[in-house]
């Protein structure tokens, strides 16, 4: 059994630990973004093997904290795993509950913020290779908030550019 | 706003209904298998797309049924979703929880058997480029049950060649 072989037989099975955590998975503890492009996030890395053509990884938002609101070429499959909170994607604000699919397609605005008194979890899978994520311009911003709805959802993060 | 496009801003957002099944996602039913190459397993496909390298595949497996004992040369990420049960990765035999995760490397045989008084559903993430599965010839089936544990795991899955 060569090295690559044998990592992954001892990877075969993983057990979920309490919490929302992963044995072998390494758990980005929650930071904070100066510029408050992010709050409270967390991220573990499910899955990501060079045979697989796309990872899974598991973000969380703390109570009250949001997701980078950002767009990229590469799209988003998400399914809420913890939690409810609302989401972004485009202009459309939506409440997400547990098991709950979201899709943002390429090139599309969005952000996930957790409802004040539980944590939003959710799986995202992405292409393993991918493009860096852009963040709006004030004009962009402008642009996005010229819908109440949105200008209501994005509230403090108007602060973020 | 073309068809695609269309078609993409209705489908941002999909809610989870009860029992583990989707807006707008089609679930195909239980089912079984006249040579008893699996029993009881449903597929719903949750997220597949162009723009997607790979897919998301939601399988459940009711009460006493068992997954095809399978190998290719793509890989699985698994997480479950729902339930417990066993699973089989290559002659490894493990008792899994919800949110557990599973790695099932290329060419490794696998099967996954739900205990009997609940189903097991499961995500499994694959390249949206893959492979065939194969099954065991008669031989890689008594090679396979050369380890007593994998002999009682599969235990009517015998019939199966």
């Given amino acids: 059994m060569d090295e690559k072989t044998a990592a992954r037989a ?9 919490d929302y ?3 072998g998975v390494e758990r980005l503890p929650y930071k904070e973004d100066d510029r408050a492009l992010f709050k409270s996030v967390s991220r573990q890395i499910l899955f990501s093997d060079p045979d697989l053509a796309g990872e899974l990884r598991y973000f969380e938002v ?12 590469h799209m988003h499959g998400v399914l809420i795993l913890r939690g409810r ?10 409440a997400v509950d547990p098991n709950d699919l979201v899709t943002v397609p390429a090139w599309t605005w969005h952000q ?10 959710f799986l995202c899978m992405v292409n ?20 109440s709805e949105v200008a ?3 509230g403090d993060a108007s602060k973020q550019t």
């Fill in 85 to 94: 909170g609302r989401c972004l994607v485009g202009t459309e604000v939506r």
């Fill in 112 to 121: 996930f913020r957790a409802t004040t008194n539980e944590p939003l979890g």
């Fill in 128 to 147: 393993a290779t991918r493009d860096k994520p852009h963040l709006p311009t004030e004009a962009e911003l402008a642009e996005l908030k010229a819908k």
């Fill in 21 to 23: 955590r992963w044995e």
């Fill in 62 to 73: 703390a109570p009250g904290g949001f997701s980078s609101l950002e767009r990229h070429e």
């Fill in 152 to 154: 209501e959802f994005l």
């Fill in 10 to 18: 001892q990877a075969i099975h993983r057990r979920a630990e309490p």
